[in-house]
């Protein structure tokens, strides 16, 4: 795992783990530092699951899906306050795909072969420039050969509470912990044992437990452990920016 400075080929880093584990920012702001995009990879199995629900696809019809996802027409666009949009053919989803019921519809689209299959490419295609990748199969799937693999963990009860402080935040309404507990439970179990690319960490990748620390501890570790493993990426004045 360390970059070859003279590769042409741009660096990628991985970071996988479960929903509520801290990914999503800490790849946004691992990606800003090192002055990567960020692949929000789960957002593209939202958009399969959104595009079903309106098109009046099941979410276990594996055909239909699978077809659906070849043809996604998904675009990722930064927005001027530095945050990001999907757009979904051409239309604004970066809200839509967030609510409960498309995320249970993302969880079963995933556990299909046929979709994941639909989206290896897709991904590797918008990983192609150099990424800070962030999603579940990461490490393990799509790119293997990543110069760092990452995959962050942290207990049900925290992924649950950050999970109601991220909704609340969004102006949304937050459900019961213990509901948010369990739903976080049944996701998990359906990722962790699909047959295909189920959730687990890569051997090679750096485990982190984020359970007790802090959002800028995590991104303080991610940096130091991808200084150590690939100097040429982090400049000096990134390591602790
Ligand atoms: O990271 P997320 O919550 O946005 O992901 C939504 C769903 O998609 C989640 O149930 C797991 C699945 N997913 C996946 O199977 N593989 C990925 N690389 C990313 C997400």
Known sequence: ?????????????????????????????????????????????????????????????????????????????????????????????????????????????????????????????????????????????VFPDADVKFFLTADLATRARRRRDQLEADGRAAPPLEELEASIARRDERDANRAVAPLRPAPDAIVLDTSRAGFEEVVQQVMAHIAQCCPGLVGVSDAGA
């Open 1 to 141: 795992m360390s970059i070859p400075r003279e590769s042409s080929r741009r660096p990628i880093v991985v970071i996988d783990g479960p929903a509520g584990a801290g990914k999503s920012s800490v790849a946004r702001e691992v990606a800003r530092r090192l002055g990567l995009p960020m692949l929000d990879t789960g957002a593209l199995y939202r958009s399969v699951a959104l595009a079903a629900r309106r098109r009046g696809i099941a979410w276990d019809d594996e055909a239909a899906l699978a077809r659906l996802a070849e043809g996604l027409d998904v675009r990722f666009e930064p927005t001027a306050d530095g945050g990001r949009r999907v757009l979904l053919e051409g239309d604004d989803v970066t809200e839509a795909i967030r609510t409960p019921e498309i995320s249970d519809g993302a969880s079963q689209v995933s556990a299909l072969p046929g979709v994941r299959r639909a989206l290896l490419d897709l991904q590797r295609d918008l990983g192609s420039r150099g990424c800070v990748a962030e999603g579940r199969d990461m490490g393990t799937v």
